[in-house]
């Protein structure tokens, strides 16, 4: 079946340090999305993409950088890891207009 | 500025209570509006709804759109604890972009 996964599901990380998460979905899908979830504030869009070679920042993007070298894949890369970055972050695929979510990654910037 | 806004933000109910969920949205270039089901890993979708005034129904869940008024809800008849969760409504606009609602979480209790 086709999915979409993320990895680490879980990370630890220390103030400053680059960290990289990975998104992967195996549905050919055009649109790929990273959002961050927190108490408070629902999902909110970092970056997204809607196909190879192209990123849009999102509401929440400073700090945080992806890129799209082949249609599977959108890592999210956080350039200097921060406290305030400490957050469940999701990645979503879509056709058209349902998204599919990964299972999450929970980061802590510690 | 783009928004959704849900409410209640919690719903602490009895096992066979109906419920209905509120999501109330301000969004240029409005396509459609679509609701989720997050336990404990990634949201799942339930709905998407583009069309006023026309339900949306999956068993004991059913959903309308009221453009005019900006705002649709979701009502689930006969709840079980199976439905403990948070409800997440998230607008689509421009190209597949999704703005969401900071969610309500309801819990059903036997």
């Known amino acids: 079946d086709a999915e979409i996964t993320q990895s680490p599901r879980h990370k630890i990380t220390e103030t400053g340090r680059q960290v990289t998460l990975a998104c992967h979905q195996t549905?050919?899908?055009?649109?790929m999305f990273w959002y961050r979830q927190d108490l408070g504030h629902g999902l909110r869009l970092i970056h997204y993409?809607?196909?190879?070679?192209?990123?849009n920042k999102g509401e929440v993007s400073d700090g945080y950088s992806v890129s799209r070298s082949n249609t599977e894949d959108l890592p999210l890369t956080l350039e200097s890891a921060a406290s305030s970055q400490t957050s469940v972050y999701f990645c979503?695929?879509?056709?058209?207009?349902?998204?599919?979510f990964g299972q999450g990654t929970r980061l802590t910037v510690v | 500025e783009d928004k959704v806004v849900q409410s209640p933000l919690s719903l602490v109910v009895h096992e066979g209570d109906t419920v209905t969920l509120n999501c109330s949205y301000e969004?240029?270039?409005?396509?459609?509006l679509l609701w989720y089901k997050q336990e404990k890993k990634a949201p799942t979708f339930l709905f998407m709804l583009?069309?006023?005034?026309i339900e949306k129904k999956s068993g004991r869940l059913s959903s309308i759109l009221d453009k005019k008024e900006l705002f649709s809800i979701l009502n689930i008849t006969a709840t079980q604890t199976g439905d403990s969760a948070i409800y997440l409504c998230?607008?689509?606009?421009?190209?597949?972009?999704?703005?969401f609602g900071t969610g309500t979480r309801l819990q059903v209790f036997p």
């Open positions: 979503a695929s879509s056709v058209d207009t349902e998204a599919f």
């Open positions: 583009t069309s006023s005034g």
């Open positions: 993409s809607y196909g190879v070679h192209d990123t």
């Open positions: 549905w050919n899908h055009n649109n």
């Open positions: 998230a607008a689509l606009y421009n190209t597949d972009k999704l703005i």
């Open positions: 969004v240029t270039n409005f396509r459609s």
